[in-house]
């Protein structure tokens, strides 16, 4: 790190919002798109070291000997019939729709996703509450489908929903990194319904409640409100 930008660091936490320091880090992305709104101070400046801290650095990614025996499935699946009559289907009728700030909305079925280019990775899904698993995934990186949709520059967030109800959030430096994946594959088979079937995003550089899991419909959006969740927005690990 240059000498710059760890004085940065000292005088942005002596100074903050309002002052030219905290205007620069805005201009060099190193804010939370809302910073001066829902985040407040404490959480910006988070936000703010880890940018400066990690950069465009990836999540660890580890070899295949090292993938967990039994992975830890958490929570229920949906139990809506909707959710139900797809499953019982494979999810052949399952669509994913993306909308909101692209200049093509549309929607995407498992085949068409599948006929894209795919990513795949093995990361550590680690969740808030102290558990933790490694495991392969393997889907449509997101970027790929950013540029399929054409995303606008107005775009600042994506917003994923989940057919259990969750709704979450990134910003789109994590929507555009290449670790970003919507996945549909997982250890070398279709995603388990247990871990998010037919649909996950994985989001590997924040905690595991960002991996939006069951997720149908993704949409871009200049602003964020406080509906996502009761756990800290940015969630970097
Ligand atoms: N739709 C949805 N996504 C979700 C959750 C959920 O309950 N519903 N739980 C989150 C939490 S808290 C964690 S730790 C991981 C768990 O992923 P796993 O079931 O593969 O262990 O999924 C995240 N994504
Ligand atoms: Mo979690």
Redesign the pocket.
């Known amino acids: 790190m240059s000498n710059g930008r760890r004085n940065f660091i000292a005088g942005g936490v002596a100074g903050l919002a309002g002052t030219a320091a905290w205007r620069l880090a805005g201009q060099s992305g190193l804010l939370p798109p809302d910073s001066s709104g829902i985040y407040g101070v404490g959480h910006s400046l988070t936000y703010a070291a880890q940018r400066l801290l990690t950069g465009q650095a990836n999540a660890r990614e580890f070899s295949r000997d090292q993938i967990s025996k039994i992975?830890?499935?958490?929570?229920?699946p949906?139990q809506s019939q909707d959710f139900q009559r797809l499953q019982a289907n494979g999810f052949a009728d399952w669509q994913l729709q993306v909308d909101g700030l692209v200049s093509r909305p549309g929607s995407f079925s498992l085949a068409d996703l599948k006929a894209h280019p795919s990513g795949s990775q093995i990361t550590q899904?680690?969740?808030?509450?102290g558990?933790s698993?490694i495991?392969e995934w393997t889907g449509t990186p997101l970027a790929h489908l950013l540029e399929l949709t054409g995303a606008q520059p107005k775009a600042r967030y994506m917003l994923a929903y989940?057919?259990?109800?969750?709704v979450?959030s990134i910003d789109m430096h994590d929507a555009r990194h290449p670790q970003t994946l919507l996945t549909y594959g997982m250890n070398g088979t279709n995603l388990p319904v247990?871990?998010?079937g037919p649909l996950?995003l994985r989001v590997p550089r924040q905690?595991?409640?960002?991996?939006?899991?069951?997720?149908s419909r993704i949409t871009f959006t200049d602003q964020l409100k406080e509906e996502a969740s009761d756990?800290s927005w940015y969630a970097g690990i």
């Open positions: 992975p830890h499935p958490n929570g229920k949906p899904l680690i969740c808030e509450e558990w698993y495991a989940a057919m259990d109800g969750w979450d247990a871990h998010g996950r905690l595991g409640y960002k991996s939006l899991k069951y997720v756990y």
